[in-house]
């Protein structure tokens, strides 16, 4: 009779172990089979990534071109303004997406700051000297519907004040217009 007990107690000493081990796994948490695992082994799920991704709005034709962009940090305006200032891929721009924006005025953001009352306040470095042929008119059009779009796309920005080294002046000079804080206009997202 205690070898049927000591079975027993065997038996549900191993399946404990195997509920145990069931329960600490979560899907995706199994080694690739070419790795080699002792089997006591219970590999834990990576680590969480921080990050997204943010939408930002280019230029094809006429028209907008939204592109999804991941982002490491926190996915918001900010974030967002930091992709469009990059530019298109060349895999974008060889399928017609365009922009005044590249790799020349990536690092062209000086500050980016959204204030209680939702206004958002950007300062850019020296555009001017990185892209002149924006200031044409249907050029400084474009650029600002770029910027316009993928700012607004966030609701706790409800208007934008460009600067370039902290002068409201000299941005909307470069582009042939008065000093001006942009409203949001009513705008499907």
Known sequence: MSSWRGLALAAVAIAAAVLV????????????????????????????????????????????????????????????????????????????????FSAETASLLNSFSVSPDSVAHVDFGDLSAVIPSASSSAGSEVLLRELNSTLFRYPEVQAIEYTVNGSCEAFWNWLQYDCEIVTRVNRER
Do not use: C, M
């Open 21 to 100: 081990f069931l329960l600490l796994r979560s899907p995706g948490t199994e080694p690739d089979r070419d790795e080699d695992f002792p089997p006591d082994t219970i590999v834990a799920p990576p680590a969480p990534q921080p990050g997204g991704e943010v939408r930002v709005y280019f230029s094809r034709g006429d028209t907008s071109a939204s592109v999804t962009r991941p982002v490491s940090g926190e996915p918001g305006p900010e974030a967002a303004l930091r992709a469009l200032l990059a530019g298109p891929t060349d895999a974008e721009r060889a399928a017609g997406v365009s922009s005044w």
